[in-house]
């Protein structure tokens, strides 16, 4: 199922091609407008929580990866849920384990997963 051309000659990537970012863009923040979330106000893309662990080896120190998460919604200024996305070669259960570890380690109220939102 191609769509129609870019404007340069390509086609559109397959549905079931879409990126993360693709996911985000047209699934989670359309669902979100519509469920009454302030995009501008309450929602935040991209949020990082964490520099990443620091390791220790001898003498050498370094951090490991930071973690963020795809989406913070806020009421009233309070981080209240987050959402985690995948692209489609991941399974809804990968996001849900990530989304889990994150909220439970700085104490979100909720998680959802993208798939939730379709």
């Not at 989406?71 to 384990?97: C, F, N, R, T, W």
């Not at 439970?104 to 379709?118: G, M, P, T, V, Y």
């Amino acid at each position: 199922m191609m769509g129609g051309p870019t404007g340069r000659g390509k086609p559109v990537s397959p549905a079931n091609d879409l990126s993360e970012r693709d996911v985000c863009t047209k699934f989670i923040a359309p669902a979100l407008a519509a469920a009454g979330w302030d995009l501008q106000t309450q929602v935040r893309e991209e949020v990082g929580f964490t520099k990443g662990r620091i390791i220790v080896r001898g003498r050498l120190v370094t951090r490991g990866k930071a973690k963020r998460a795809d989406y913070v919604l806020y009421y009233k200024h309070l981080p209240l849920a987050l959402i985690e996305a995948k692209d489609q070669s991941h399974a809804v259960g990968d996001g849900m384990q990530q989304a889990l570890a994150y909220a439970l380690r700085d104490q979100f109220k909720a998680i959802l997963s993208e798939a939730l939102l379709r």
